[in-house]
T-cell receptor, first 112, second 115 residues
């Protein structure tokens, strides 16, 4: 079945460090890919998305590129801030009305 | 900015009791979802709801679970007789209609603890 695998956390970085959170997927067809973020005490918020191969999603300095050849959608940010501390979830959706399939989530802690 | 809200934020119940988790989706949204996350595990789909009926459900969503949209604004998840393994964070989500509105918007979750 469809699945998403994320790197295990927690990830602890110093402020201004480079961030990569790996995400790979298995899916039938051509899924849309998403990164959601959950800040402490809040719900899941869409961070960015990409709907077809080679698309790059970006938001708030975060980027991820849909790589069909490696079935990956790695999340990157060039310089993290303390306010980026949160849990990050990679997810896919195979078609419009189908539910999201999530990875386990990766907790990021950024220290000053 | 409109948001999905959920109540309560934390529910503690005894095994075998019924619980109702409440959600208020974004007002013009038409698709509604429940997901759950057992501590340390993946966020899992439970059920989707459209046009006043279930459109899809997972194998987790057995006869102990039901959903309802009783009054046009609330969207509820009922667990009839809770088990210890129902302890989890339950997320509600909603989505608008059309190809440009494929994003699901999530609430903050209800943490259910079954003792």
């Amino acid at each position: 079945g469809d699945s998403v695998t994320q790197m295990e956390g927690p990830v602890t970085l110093s402020e201004e460090a480079f961030l990569t959170i790996n995400c790979t997927y298995t899916a039938t067809g051509y899924p849309s890919l998403f990164w959601y973020v959950q800040y402490p005490g809040e719900g899941l918020q869409l961070l960015l998305k990409a709907t077809k191969a080679d698309d790059k999603g970006s938001n708030k300095g975060f980027e991820a590129t849909y790589r069909k050849e490696t079935t990956s959608f790695h999340l990157e940010k060039g310089s993290v801030q303390v306010s980026d501390s949160a849990v990050y979830f990679c997810a896919l959706k195979v078609s419009g009305n189908t539910p999201l399939v999530f990875g386990k989530g990766t907790r990021l802690s950024v220290i000053a | 900015e409109p948001e999905v809200t959920q109540t309560p934020s934390h529910q503690v119940t005894q095994m075998g009791q019924e619980v109702i988790l409440r959600c208020v989706p974004i007002s013009n949204h038409l698709y509604f979802y429940w997901y759950r996350q057992i501590l340390g595990q993946k966020v899992e789909f439970l059920v989707s709801f459209y046009n006043n009926e279930i459109s899809e459900k997972s194998e987790i969503f057995d006869d102990q679970f039901s959903v309802e949209r009783p009054d046009g604004s609330n969207f509820t998840l009922k667990i009839r007789s809770t088990k210890l393994e129902d302890s989890a964070m339950y997320f509600c989500a909603s989505r608008g209609q059309g190809p440009s509105t494929d994003t699901q918007y999530f609430g903050p979750g209800t943490r259910l603890t079954v003792l």
